[in-house]
């Protein structure tokens, strides 16, 4: 009977080990991430987003700012190489020049996931999923909004994303392919604001000041922040934007709806930050070796001044 109570308790102790064994191996995910950067209130939201679901999840977040370089970027990627983090996340600021630092990567046997931008590599296998906007269609609804608004006749003044940048480039092309079906809709002055309300602010008074600047009726921006800085610059050129110059931009931030809701901007076609949820979900799987999509797309909607009072309040970034 003795021998029987021992070889229960010792039985018990094994099992209690191992479960505890088993806890103590489950160890912490490591995640190596390259942010662009800080260069608007889109960005703060998906790095807030990014670091929030880290933290829900218990991972151990490598969190690297570029202030907007790539250099600074594949510098990032190159330390949490030597770190040898489980997974690699990064935010391409522009689509090209990944290919050494990425075959790295896949050398040292760590998986990479791209969060937000998509980049451009001959080997698709260097990354395991890009999940992020389809800008090819965030600007043919920019572009479908506006031949609404103006009956397919407009003098347009585009402010474009960080050249090379794969919303900067999609949201071109889809833009132009819809008002190319509209010959009284021109793109008469086009330049890059940098994605940045400082710069928009900057080449808007040059546009304005320009040959062409008295015929600009309509502004397309690529981004919510250089549109709230081309308004500034619009208000002190004397003009009234939202009224004399209609503005269609991109990101649905809460300073866009609030610039709606004055009157001084038109519509804004959303683009979510807050993919954190979706991007540690994919990242989780990829570290199990599970299989997951090579392409995650965000869903999202466009929004006008007619909505803009309502939706507001519920806007999270
Ligand atoms: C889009 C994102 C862009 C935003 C800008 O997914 O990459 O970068 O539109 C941000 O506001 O700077």
Known sequence: MRNRIIGLLAGTALIAASVAGYAEDKKKLVVGFSQIGAESGWRTANTASVKDEAKKRGIDLKF???QQKQENQIKAIRSFIAQKVDVIA????????WEPVLKEAKKAGIPVVLSDRAVEVSDESLYKCFIGSDFVEEGRRAGKWLVEKTGGKAQIAELVGTPGAAPAIDRKKGFEEVIAKYPDMKI??????????????????AFLKSPEGKNINVLYAHNDDMALGAIQA???????PGTDIIIVSIDGVKGAFEAMVAGKLNCTVECNPLIGPQLFDLIEK????KEIPKRVVSEEGVFDQSQAQKELPNRKY
């Open 64 to 66: 690297a700012d570029a």
């Open 90 to 97: 990064f935010s391409p600021v522009v689509e090209t020049g």
């Open 234 to 240: 619009m208000e002190e050129a004397g003009k009234k």
């Open 188 to 205: 008469i002055k086009s330049q890059s604001g940098d994605f940045t309300r400082a710069k928009g602010k900057e080449v808007m008074e």
């Open 286 to 289: 990829v570290a199990a070796g």
